[in-house]
């Protein structure tokens, strides 16, 4: 049978990520998202542009498909300022009703659907508030506290009853090549460098206390994602997703910075959140002078200053609880691919510098 997939959310850094993996593997693809994805690939897809949080707009976008047989949820809505809307409830209705949105027309009368991945996070864990167990495994009770994941995974099972397959994945930090979004940190990064550059400033580290942690390559991601829609051992799962490495951020920083071209320095706690906007017209400087593409500050950040600072431990004096998860069940059920995560961190640079977002040094 013909694949057809549906990329929810597939300008952000795990749906173009996904796009680019399922067009290499043969897929048709659907990519839906409110802009247009920036894809590489050669290969040709549909780009359906809709908000998830309109209903009606949804209904008639999603009702005029026909013969999708996959969907790949990674659509995602976070309030300014992100880390306070994690707990808020209008925000994971919000995220409820997108999923709703985004599957009520496709499993209709008629429907071709067999699988439907979707996306939760370490927050599953409860890592925003309180220790996470070391290392938190997939098969722990459901952490409770009120999570837009848990009201997704309901509907989710719900809907898909003697209907179709999930899998639901949980990866750590994810670093991708996309930019003005909510959570990406290689945007961050490479902006904050630019500056430092500019200023005649050395690249910094700007966070806290050191601490030790695992995180994702959005291809790696988009690859378990490819994976677990044509795997039996995947359906009606939830697998952790990890790198298969630690990392420390002072250990991983020369690499980037040499990637970048600047020279680094002592520690210099910096709020993110405060200092990018701050410096909007040296951005704006050296967009002129690089001849990069026309990005203004807001638009290359989204929210992810905000969480670059979380991530970073900013203002933190002891290091936060470690969160490591184990990947031992995803390695069992026969994905086995790994990626290092400093040249992860290396290669989503040098990605947004081809692509004339960064500057090259």
Known sequence: MLNKVLIAGASGVVGAAAVEAFLADGWEVVALSRRRPEIAHAKPYTHVAVDLRDAQASRAALGA????????????FEKPGLIAGWTERDQMQTNLAMLQNCLAPLAGAGSS???????????????HLHPMPIPARERAPRDPHANFYWLQEDYLKELSAGRFAFTILRPQLIIGGAYGVAMNLAPVIGAYAAICRELGEPFAFPGGVSYVWEAVDARLLANVFVWASQSPAAHGQHFNVTNGDVFEWRNVWPAMAATLGVAIGPDRPRELKQFLPAHSAVWDRIVARHGLRQVAMPDLLGESHHYADFCFAYGASVPPPPAFVSAIKLRQAGFHEVCDSEQMFCHWLENLIARGILPRA
Do not use: E, M, P
């Open 65 to 76: 498909l026909s013969g999708v047989t996959h969907v790949v949820y990674a659509a995602l």
């Open 113 to 127: 659907l067999r699988h439907v991945s979707l996306l939760q996070g370490t927050k599953a864990y409860g890592i």
